[in-house]
């Protein structure tokens, strides 16, 4: 059975116009979310995105846009608290401050 | 983000630029023959004798089995095996033991007997991920290029941005790589994509980037078929296996909060009438195991799609049975208050860290979870206290 999560919530956005079908996208997706379609990339499977932003990051004429974050509930239960930006930063990181730098 | 698990940790301040004769800071290993200062053990690193070293692998890397000469210097050479230290060490890390600093000093590592024309791997110097890679590389000549990401996997740090550009393109002119190869590409695992900008490090550094396969048991296929890629090796998966070995970081992480609970328990069962008992402990033990192990292992089966749904319905069915059980075996069983209580309280946990899940799956959008816990949240946290508040009522009178 395949994971699927919600359907229609995910920010990703890809402006035809300026795709000129080099690939980068469809290469760095670990979601096959793109495909390649008369010479340009278009958008197979969208709910499948988890807005890593590997696509967008790697788009030589930005034409994919993405609202990237991490897709973890106790790092944005504790951005909630802290007011910082929820970033992976799972507990018990403070032990290891015994070596220096 | 995870699978890969994120072992994350605070960023850190890292060296900068050419780094490779500086290695990060686990000095106490790297230089044994010189007097180390305990307090601040980096001012030290520009004085460290680098000769012709290229990467100091410090003494206690069993995994070093050789040194390649070349041009520049000697390169280290690792085992394309593990033994049972790196075995033991990894379930370790796996059970949270060490996990924040298992890290291999970064720099450039050889495979076999590798030239001039042989690949570059670029990796993390997460020693979990570097184990993964170099077990699969067994009867290949490359080069393998260590990031200095902090002792995170790839994926993370990624994400993160200490997998990226700039520690990229100081690694490699750093390394001077361009002096040891003739060829001018890297291979970068594909799930460090999020973090890099190909052409920038294109343009930077002179190395034009390859993404190669997400698993680094697909390496081997990969480099044999000139680098050709097929979808299932671009494609990230989520086995039962992959979810299971990410189960016991999540059960240590309750230990804490559940040693607190037993202690409140402990000290109600002073004045409450009712001493709360084995049920109840069974009760609560059980839903914190179907949040963080039964839920992941059978998280496609279940129905729905928030993680924090299929771990109230799990819950939801496991306390119902504890419920039947208690009438069972007690003759008075439970009260109807202790009954709602119970039905309010439990599941309510197990969703909880089904919910926190989401965050080792490699599945899981941002938005998405976002839109999880608009509802999960709120529902949660009234549904704890609620069922809280009648289980002690009904322990009271």
Same mark, same amino acid.
């Not at chain 2, 909060?257 to 049920?279: C, T």
């Given at each position: 059975?395949?994971?699927?999560?919600?359907?229609?919530?995910?920010?990703?956005?890809l402006?035809?116009?300026?795709?000129?079908?080099?690939?980068?996208?469809?290469?760095?997706?670990?979601?096959?979310?793109?495909e390649?379609?008369?010479?340009q990339?278009?958008?197979?499977?969208k709910d499948?995105?988890m807005?890593?932003g590997?696509?967008a990051?790697?788009?030589?004429?930005?034409a994919?846009?993405v609202?990237?974050g991490?897709?973890?509930a106790?790092?944005?239960?504790?951005?909630?608290?802290?007011g $910082?930006?929820p970033?992976c930063?799972?507990?018990?990181?403070h032990?290891?401050?015994?070596?220096?730098? | 983000m995870?699978?890969?698990?994120?072992?994350?940790t605070?960023e850190?301040k890292?060296?900068?630029?050419e780094?490779?004769e500086?290695?990060?800071?686990?000095?106490?290993?790297n230089?044994?023959?010189?007097?180390?200062?305990?307090?601040?053990?980096c001012?030290?690193l520009?004085?460290?004798?680098?000769?012709?070293?290229?990467?100091? $692998?410090?003494?206690?890397?069993?995994?070093?089995?050789g040194?390649?000469?070349?041009?520049?210097?000697?390169?280290p050479?690792i085992a394309?095996?593990?033994n049972k230290?790196?075995?033991l060490?990894?379930?370790?890390?796996?059970?949270?033991i060490n996990?924040?600093n298992?890290?291999?000093?970064p720099?450039?590592?050889?495979?076999?007997?590798p030239d001039?024309d042989?690949?570059i791997l670029?990796?993390?110097?997460?020693?979990?991920?570097?184990?993964?890679?170099r077990?699969?590389?067994?009867g290949?000549?490359?080069?393998?290029?260590?990031?200095?990401?902090?002792g995170?996997?790839?994926?993370?740090?990624?994400g993160k941005?200490?997998f990226?550009?700039?520690?990229?393109?100081?690694?490699?002119?750093?390394?001077?790589?361009?002096?040891?190869?003739?060829?001018r590409?890297?291979?970068?695992?594909?799930l460090?994509?999020?973090?890099v900008k190909?052409?920038?490090?294109?343009?930077?550094?002179?190395?034009?980037?390859?993404?190669?396969?997400?698993?680094?048991?697909?390496?081997k296929?990969?480099?044999?078929?000139?680098m050709?890629?097929?979808?299932?090796?671009?494609?990230?998966?989520?086995?039962?296996?992959?979810?299971l070995v990410?189960?016991?970081?999540?059960l240590?992480g309750?230990?804490?909060?559940?040693?607190?609970?037993?202690?409140?328990?402990?000290?109600?069962n002073f004045?409450?009438?009712?001493?709360f008992?084995?049920?109840?402990?069974?009760?609560?033990?059980?839903?914190?195991?179907?949040?963080?192990?039964l839920?992941?292992?059978?998280?496609p089966?279940i129905?729905?799609?928030?993680? $924090?749904?299929?771990?109230?319905?799990?819950?939801?069915?496991?306390?119902?049975?504890?419920?039947?059980?208690?009438?069972?075996?007690?003759?008075?069983?439970?009260?109807?208050?202790?009954?709602?209580?119970?039905l309010?309280?439990f599941?309510?946990?197990a969703?909880?860290? $089904?919910m926190n899940?989401?965050?080792?799956s490699?599945?899981?959008?941002?938005?998405?979870?976002?839109?999880?816990?608009?509802v999960a949240v709120?529902?949660?946290?009234?549904?704890?206290?609620?069922?809280?508040l009648l289980?002690?009522?009904?322990?009271?009178f």
């Amino acid at each position: 059975m395949k994971n699927r999560y919600f359907k229609n919530v995910v920010s990703l956005k890809l402006d035809k116009s300026r795709c000129v079908g080099c690939r980068s996208c469809l290469e760095v997706c670990p979601h096959r979310v793109f495909e390649l379609f008369e010479g340009q990339s278009r958008i197979r499977d969208k709910d499948a995105c988890m807005e890593c932003g590997a696509c967008a990051m790697n788009c030589p004429t930005d034409a994919i846009t993405v609202k990237t974050g991490v897709g973890c509930a106790s790092a944005i239960l504790k951005s909630i608290f802290t007011g $910082a930006e929820p970033s992976c930063e799972c507990d018990n990181s403070h032990e290891s401050d015994s070596s220096c730098c | 983000m995870d699978n890969q698990n994120c072992s994350c940790t605070n960023e850190k301040k890292r060296p900068t630029a050419e780094t490779t004769e500086n290695p990060d800071c686990s000095c106490r290993e790297n230089q044994p023959d010189q007097v180390i200062n305990a307090v601040s053990c980096c001012q030290m690193l520009p004085t460290q004798p680098s000769g012709n070293t290229v990467t100091r $692998a410090g003494r206690n890397a069993h995994w070093i089995i050789g040194e390649i000469d070349t041009p520049i210097g000697i390169v280290p050479v690792i085992a394309p095996s593990l033994n049972k230290k790196d075995i033991l060490d990894g379930w370790k890390v796996r059970w949270g033991i060490n996990r924040m600093n298992y890290k291999i000093n970064p720099g450039l590592y050889g495979m076999g007997s590798p030239d001039q024309d042989s690949p570059i791997l670029v990796s993390c110097n997460y020693k979990l991920s570097f184990d993964a890679l170099r077990k699969e590389l067994t009867g290949l000549n490359v080069w393998i290029l260590v990031i200095d990401t902090n002792g995170i996997n790839v994926w993370c740090a990624a994400g993160k941005g200490s997998f990226g550009i700039k520690e990229i393109v100081a690694r490699l002119i750093g390394t001077r790589l361009k002096e040891i190869v003739s060829h001018r590409k890297i291979i970068l695992p594909q799930l460090g994509a999020s973090g890099v900008k190909a052409q920038a490090v294109f343009k930077e550094s002179g190395f034009r980037v390859i993404y190669g396969p997400i698993r680094a048991r697909d390496i081997k296929a990969f480099l044999e078929a000139d680098m050709m890629i097929s979808d299932s090796m671009r494609t990230v998966s989520f086995t039962l296996y992959d979810r299971l070995v990410l189960t016991p970081i999540e059960l240590v992480g309750t230990i804490k909060q559940s040693l607190m609970i037993f202690g409140v328990l402990l000290l109600l069962n002073f004045v409450v009438k009712e001493p709360f008992g084995l049920i109840d402990v069974g009760a609560y033990v059980g839903a914190v195991l179907t949040g963080c192990v039964l839920t992941p292992v059978l998280l496609p089966v279940i129905p729905g799609r928030a993680f $924090a749904f299929k771990g109230w319905l799990l819950g939801l069915m496991g306390t119902l049975a504890i419920i039947a059980f208690s009438h069972q075996t007690i003759s008075s069983g439970i009260s109807l208050v202790g009954l709602f209580g119970y039905l309010l309280i439990f599941p309510a946990i197990a969703a909880y860290y $089904a919910m926190n899940f989401t965050g080792s799956s490699t599945f899981t959008s941002h938005s998405g979870v976002q839109k999880e816990m608009r509802v999960a949240v709120p529902g949660l946290l009234f549904s704890i206290g609620a069922g809280g508040l009648l289980l002690l009522i009904s322990h009271l009178f």
